[in-house]
């Protein structure tokens, strides 16, 4: 491979640093239903950073009994922009259900950072998505654009949008009838700066980062997308990719040589949730 591949967004821009995440907590548990027993826990979510500012979650972290058992979790961005619905309905595919029906056949647990617009778009498979359990659907705004700028040449969200992005998306995946929806958030392009962190305290959302970047946002080569995983991935690792065909067209047969050789390799697929709910002490970027 000649280079490293980039992230979504346009070659040569990079996103905003992230900031240092916090403490793990753990998440209230599910209301008591008496008919049905002891709840299981809800999802876990991290600790308000400093002056109550949004979390930020990007791995589990090293240090801790369980720091060295191999665990992976693959995420995937199903994003689509507010304003991509004419190319949508011109045919341009910003689904990928050959990828979703691959992950279900090799039984790989994972985590699908899902706009509002997509899930607008293919409500029929958000609702299939998020009611398998072997996914969980997390936020990754309504529109997809971006929450600071520069970020990948995103358009940029009013400040005074920022809450409501969350608000809507999450909306948009009730209203498709997902139920396995955590109160996760990635922001678009990865970029986010104090001010963005502030603006989603009151959503009560994790933001969650990554560690290994997949390459697969406009990448034709999948055999280059499958080796820049697997040469970053530790025990741990949270990996990003995308569940785009048009502009992601590479990843299902990515996914095809990653999730074997990470076997062979010893590592077991996890949601963020798991990766999360046994963080040793924290988490770390």
């Known amino acids: 491979m000649s280079g490293v591949l980039a992230g979504c967004g346009s070659p040569g821009e990079r996103p905003s640093p992230a900031r240092p995440p916090s403490t793990v907590s753990s998440a209230p548990a599910a209301a008591p239903d008496p008919a049905a027993g002891t709840p299981a826990p809800g999802p876990p979510t991290l600790a308000p950073g400093p002056a109550g500012r ?10 801790g009994a369980r720091a060295d058992e191999k665990v992976v979790a693959l995420t995937f961005d199903a994003d689509m922009t507010a304003d991509e619905g004419d190319r949508a309905a011109a045919g341009e595919p910003f689904d990928n259900p050959p990828l979703i029906a691959l992950l279900r056949r090799l039984g790989v647990e994972s985590t699908i950072f899902m706009t509002g617009r997509w899930a607008e778009e293919y409500p029929d498979q958000a609702r299939a998505i998020g009611t398998d359990p072997a996914f969980e659907i997390a936020n990754h705004s309504y529109s997809h654009h971006a ?9 940029t969200v009013a400040k005074e949008e920022r809450e409501d992005e969350v608000a809507r998306a999450f909306a948009a995946f009730r209203a498709a009838g997902a139920r396995n929806v955590v109160p996760y958030f990635r922001f678009p392009g990865g970029c986010y700066d104090d001010e963005a962190l502030r603006a989603l305290a009151p959503e009560k959302v994790t933001a ?35 569940c785009t065909r048009s502009a992601a067209p590479a990843t299902e047969e990515a996914v095809r040589r990653i999730v074997p050789e990470l076997r062979a390799r010893g590592y077991r697929f996890v949601k963020v949730s798991e990766l999360m709910r046994t963080a040793p002490g924290g988490a770390e970027g």
Do not use: E, N
Request: proline share 9%; with cysteine; charged share 15%.
């Open 54 to 63: 949004t979390p930020v979650f990007a791995r589990r972290a090293k240090g």
């Open 208 to 242: 969650v980062q990554w560690d290994v970047v997949g390459g697969d946002a406009f990448a034709t080569d999948p055999d280059a997308v499958a080796q820049q995983v697997l040469d970053g991935v530790t025990p741990g690792s949270l990996v990003v990719l995308h």
């Open 147 to 155: 929450f600071v700028s520069p970020c990948y040449g995103l358009p």
